[in-house]
């Protein structure tokens, strides 16, 4: 049974992915595109909750000289603040602003506008049943399971060949 459904799955996902996808995200204000991962690292952001530069860094698997740069682009394009930490001025803290709040809330790898047109082409009951069964899927796969530890753990160092 569950080798059924894990065939469902990877069958059905690249359909919805291909019809559903996303194709661009711009800033509404400024109408500037933003590029890929610089939308994916307002996915790692919130308004209220800071996030340090190299607590950022390690989620996304970059230097912080990398997450600086791409913050910089963000910053000038005020979608996101960083602040000196009080305690220790070496700590750098980033927010959302709310412009970034809302860029971030328009990014999906899905359209909201596709996945609407799909939803309606099924009944009441059948709606509900896809939403609960993403909602099940999403939650065995969130952040506290032990897959996301999982890909978050540093890869094993190898060992030098032999000589």
Do not use: F, W
């Not at 069958?11 to 400024?30: F, K, N, W």
């Not at 996101?80 to 803290?93: E, K, N, Q």
């Amino acid at each position: 049974m569950l080798d059924d459904a894990v065939h469902a799955i990877l069958s059905a996902y690249p359909t919805i992915h291909a019809a559903c996808r996303r194709r661009d995200l711009r800033d509404p204000a400024s109408g500037k595109r933003l590029s890929d991962h610089q939308a994916g690292i307002l996915e790692h952001l919130d308004v209220a909750t800071p996030v340090t530069v190299s607590e950022l860094a390690a989620r996304l698997r970059v230097t912080s000289a990398t997450a600086s740069l791409q913050l910089t682009q963000l910053a000038r394009l005020r979608l996101v603040t960083r602040d000196r930490d009080a305690a220790d001025a070496r700590r750098v803290h980033v927010r959302l602003t709310e412009a970034g709040a809302r860029l971030r809330d328009l990014r999906s790898l899905l359209d909201p506008d596709r996945v609407r047109q799909a939803l309606a082409r099924l009944s009441v009951a059948e709606q509900g049943a896809v939403v609960a069964g993403l909602r099940l899927l999403a939650g065995a796969t969130g952040p506290n399971s032990t897959l996301i530890a999982a890909r978050r753990a540093p890869p094993t160092p190898r060992r030098p060949p032999r000589r």
